[in-house]
């Protein structure tokens, strides 16, 4: 047979229609310049060596099939967060999870609402279930627009999908507005909070998802092990969610997706969570002071609340991309929207800071450029 000439297997339509998912880069450097991958979110510590010792250890029977079932790892989380085992769903990542919501909730010809630009993966999982994203523009501050989302939902949304803080942009939704938006948004629509960056959330008006999940059956909380915790290698995240669409979550799920290394890990990790949270402040430390100094340096940037600072650059954003990575830091471009750059340790947020600062200086005061408020 002639497989040249044979047009192949037929695919799903819905597939013309997903974008790739674009990783962030592997940090690069010119010779003798320190490289920094800042384009990922990660976290820079290593991990914690009572983690990497329980890792060790269950490295030693991965011949064996995980625990289909999570059931450690549930039930620490219950005890963790005072919520029924029940109401527990995991997963390969959140982004693991969160698929697992879309092929819980979404069909052709479903509509999905999300804030745009928000978290790349949003589209893909959405058009990857033939359901039809509604993407609905952040304001200009970076912030999701709850009324504008609110009346864009239809009879046909089955899912709405909030993100608080926002990737890459770092605002929060307030507290009072995320209340008023499910108040309007039916309760046969799905609305996922995901709060993969919740433990650097410092703002006072940021919501409780998991107080205004307890009073509302169609809300689900989604988080991860992948930032604060620093295990993004290993792919673990859960969703919190009430039982019957916890199950569904579990029913959806892709049969042993947490491997055993994450399933052990993320329960010392809680184990270890003062040493976790000390790590946690740090970086924190480091966000305010990178942004206060960018600040002081003239730039006009959106309030972060998570391990990243955004800068809306707009077309000249693979410009800027291009002189941090000159200066040894990979940064993540959004095409002509903006470029984010993740708090990692301290001289690679040094070396974002000056690189910030020759840019204003090349650019000159009064410059029309994105980010810039002089
Ligand atoms: C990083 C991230 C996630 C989680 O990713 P996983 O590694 O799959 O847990 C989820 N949502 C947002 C907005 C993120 O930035």
Known sequence: MDHAAS??????????????YTPGKPASAPEGVTAYKVSS????????????????????????????????????LAEHLGVPAACLATGPGSV?????????????????????????????????SGASAVPVPLTPEGRHDLDAMAAAVTDRTRLVLVCTPNNPTGPTVGAQELADFLDRV???????LDEAYLEFVMADDAPDCLALWRDRPNVVVLRTFSKAFGLAGLRVGYAVAHPTLAAALRKTAIPFGVN???????VASLDAIDELDIRVTELVAERER?????????????????????????????????ACQEAGLTVRPYGVDGARATIAEPEANDRLLEVCRLWLDSCGSGSSSGGLNK
């Open 7 to 20: 047009p192949g297997p037929v695919l799903r339509s819905a597939l013309d229609a997903v974008p790739a």
């Open 41 to 76: 979110n990660e976290n820079p510590y290593p991990p914690l060596p009572s983690v990497l010792a329980v890792v060790r250890e269950a490295a030693g029977t991965i011949n064996r099939y995980p625990d289909m079932a999570v059931t450690d790892l549930t039930d620490r």
């Open 96 to 128: 693991g999870v969160l698929g697992q919501v879309v092929a819980a909730t979404c069909e052709a010809g479903d509509e999905v609402v999300f804030a745009w630009r928000s978290f790349e993966a949003y589209p893909i999982l959405v058009q990857l």
């Open 186 to 192: 039916p309760s046969s629509v799905t609305v996922v």
């Open 260 to 266: 055993s290394l994450a399933q052990v890990a993320a």
């Open 290 to 322: 990178v942004v206060g100094a960018l600040r002081e340096q003239g730039w006009d940037l959106p309030d972060t609340q998570a391990n990243f600072v955004w800068f809306p650059m707009g077309d000249r954003t693979p410009e800027f991309a291009a």
